[in-house]
């Protein structure tokens, strides 16, 4: 007889990061810190370091939704974390997994622009793209409030801007304000037409290349595990603070979180 399988798995699409910090690696050291499986569904490769995306090449959209089923009819798949997309085709293969497996949370990283030099990542026919074609099935969206202002481009406010995307059909929306001019950074969730909750967290000093995807992949993670979605988003944040507070600076760019502090013994020096 087969042994049950305890640990969840986490269906990851994301880009590939020579340098470590975001993509791919992050999805796996972050849902893997949840004590979940990353499944990872290579979007995109890029030739990047901890400074500037310098090139993006998108994996071909039919190799995309291959890597995907293939997984999807082998294993029980708990949760979908979607971080960089790399082309229309590619959002549109995924919008066609996510209609044929409606049941399972899906947790979204729109991402918009390098962290680093701020190059952009998408088209305009991307981003369309996406909230018509994946915003209906995303439990949990995380956009920081640059990506926010960007998806919806005709609101006012970054209120608006939530109520916007939750019509596009999300369930939850949770803007993070570390690019907002605050001091402390405030993130914000948004559900049921209405602001929920806001969270409060201490700026930290320096800029941290994939905060963004191990936030989204640690939520992704815990909902695999069958946590009720603000617990999930709660419990993320703190996990992804505590990674960027022991965070370290590898290259001459942003710092790198250290998604793996919990694994460091308490007497190592």
């Not at 971080?83 to 991402?111: A, F, M, R």
């Not at 960007?150 to 109520?163: G, I, R």
Request: hydrophobic share 45%; proline share 5%.
């Amino acid at each position: 007889m087969m042994a049950t399988n305890t640990i969840p798995v986490v269906l990851c699409f994301s880009g590939n990061d020579p340098c470590g910090g975001a993509g791919i690696q992050a999805d796996i050291e972050a849902v893997a810190s949840m004590g979940g499986l990353a499944a990872p569904v290579i979007t995109a490769l890029t030739v990047q370091d901890s400074q500037y995306v310098m090139r993006l090449e998108p994996v071909d959209a039919m190799l995309v939704i291959e890597q995907a089923r293939a997984v999807l009819e082998d294993m029980p798949v708990a949760a979908i974390k979607i971080g960089l997309l790399g082309s229309v085709e590619n959002i549109e293969v995924i919008h066609t997994l996510l209609h044929d497996y409606p049941d399972i949370p899906v947790v979204l990283d729109p991402i918009l622009r390098a962290g680093g030099d701020g190059n952009h990542l998408t088209t305009e026919a991307m981003q369309q793209a996406m909230r018509q074609l994946l915003l209906p099935y995303v439990t949990v969206l995380t956009p920081n409030s640059q990506e926010a202002r960007a998806l919806a481009h005709e609101a006012d406010t970054l209120d608006a801007c939530a109520h916007e995307l939750l019509e596009d059909g999300c369930e939850l929306v949770l803007i993070t304000g570390t690019h907002e001019d605050t001091q402390a950074v405030e993130n914000r969730l948004y559900g049921n037409h209405r602001l929920l909750e806001t969270f409060n967290w201490d700026r930290l000093p320096h800029s941290y290349h994939g905060s963004g995807c191990t936030l989204a992949a640690s939520i992704a993670g815990l909902l695999a595990h069958g946590l009720e979605p603000f617990s999930a988003v709660h419990e993320a944040q703190e996990y992804t603070w505590q990674a960027l507070a022991n965070g370290f600076r590898l290259g001459m760019g942003q710092h790198h979180p250290n998604r793996l502090f919990w694994a460091r013994g308490e007497n190592e020096e």
